[in-house]
């Protein structure tokens, strides 16, 4: 069964750092395209940052560029966004995606075929 798990979501101050985690099981990671969605209160849901596994290139939205970074454990099957520089912008249900659909970096939400339960991720003082 084809799963995604997020984790590492929570509550952090203005400035701080999360680390989110997303674990694949059922099927592995590599060759596919595995993208950072979020979603927050009243807002439609929108990619922030993708990893190509096929040679690791990463790629940013212009809101968190700088602060994200995207990376993959291949031993794990995980894929993990370390945040910093958190802002209360950032408040939103993050989840991450991907599927046998998408060959490259693409923040279509239609484009992908399996998706995690989303971790909430909360900054406020």
């Known amino acids: 069964q084809v799963q995604l798990v997020e984790s590492g979501g929570g509550l952090v101050q203005p400035g701080g750092s999360l680390r989110l985690s997303c674990a694949a099981s059922?099927?592995?990671?590599?060759?596919?395209?595995i993208t950072w969605f979020r979603q927050a209160p009243g807002k439609e849901r929108k990619g922030i940052s993708c990893?190509?596994?096929?040679?690791?290139?990463?790629y940013y939205a212009d809101s968190v560029k700088g602060r994200f970074t995207i990376s993959r454990d291949v031993a794990k099957n995980t894929v993990y966004l370390q945040m910093n520089s958190l802002k209360p912008e950032d408040t939103a249900v993050y989840y991450c995606?991907?599927?046998?659909?998408?060959?490259?970096?693409?923040?279509?939400?239609?484009?992908?075929?399996?998706w995690g339960q989303g971790t909430q991720v909360t900054v406020s003082s």
């Open positions: 990893i190509v596994t096929s040679d690791d290139s990463t």
């Open positions: 059922g099927f592995t990671l590599n060759y596919y395209v």
């Open positions: 995606a991907t599927g046998p659909r998408t060959r490259y970096c693409d923040y279509d939400v239609g484009d992908y075929d399996y």
